[in-house]
């Protein structure tokens, strides 16, 4: 397998070093039980660092590696996600929010990879304020939070919908949008949150700060946002042939918000993310049948 994406300084983390306990019989207790059907065979995950696709991809890893295969989660840089699939340097993902956050770049990559659907459905994003700020609306806003909106990673799909919001609506003449990163707009929400200061972030759901924090969504009658999204799966052409059990899985693979954000904030309050997804796991035997149902018979 090529590799382009390593020259470019990201990391790529085996998940034979993350999942320490993955097949430690003593630690499953009366978990899930997969059947091993493969034999070291290589799968490579890309994700990009959210929160939410932390939690997907973690879980379903391990089930892939419960299965036998040895599989290494790469974290990337949004748009070098879709390319590592497209060119093949990553063999899957479970991380592309449609069909507005993601879409230009699925315009730019759809002739090359494959979609296997959804894995996640009733994903929202907008702007996030705490539920103690008077205001409902983003056609309400005046000067709260300084006129900044508090952003995340640069070219990420909630930050553009954002830049053009400022565009969208009269009221935002003046305002900005300031980027930064997924753990960084968190950090700046919680120490507002805390203050009972007035911030507002680009948010989406899943996402565990919901049960953290009291929160909501302002209201945005311009459609700048969109409606619910989807979270969906792409895999790179020809991995049906070469891992058709892991491709089944992958294409098997659904789950509700529930499930997500019970992994993400378990995570969230100390957990590494291998071992929420263990536990997660070992909790949902029936859901983990329906994904690797068929395979290995």
Known sequence: ???????????????????????DDD?????????????????????????????STNVLGLVLEDMGYDVTLTALDNAIMWEAIASGDADAMVSAWLPQTHAPQLEQHEDNIVHLGTNLEGAVVGF??????????????????GMTITGIEPGAGVVAAAEDS????????????QTSSSGAMVTELRQAYQAEEEIIVTGWSPHWKFSSFDLKYLED???????????????????????????????????????????????????????AARNWIDNNPELIEEWTAGIGE
């Open 221 to 275: 009658p311009e459609g700048v946002f969109g409606d619910a999204e989807t979270i969906e799966t792409f895999a790179r052409e020809g991995l049906e042939e070469d891992a058709p059990e892991a491709f089944q899985v992958l294409d098997n693979f659904f789950w509700e918000t529930e499930d997500m954000e019970e992994v993400m904030l378990e995570i969230e309050e100390g957990a590494e993310p291998e071992d």
């Open 128 to 145: 996030v304020v705490p539920e103690y700020m008077d205001v409902d609306s983003i056609a309400d806003l005046t000067d709260e939070a």
């Open 166 to 177: 400022l565009e969208a609506y009269e009221n935002l003449e003046g305002w900005n949008v």
């Open 27 to 55: 630690t499953a207790g009366d978990g899930a039980e997969i059947d091993t059907v493969v034999d070291g065979d290589e799968i490579t995950l890309a994700y990009v660092s959210w929160d939410s696709e932390i939690a």
């Open 1 to 23: 397998m090529n590799t382009t994406w390593k020259k470019l300084g990201l990391t790529a983390v085996s998940a034979s070093a993350l999942f320490l306990a993955a097949c």
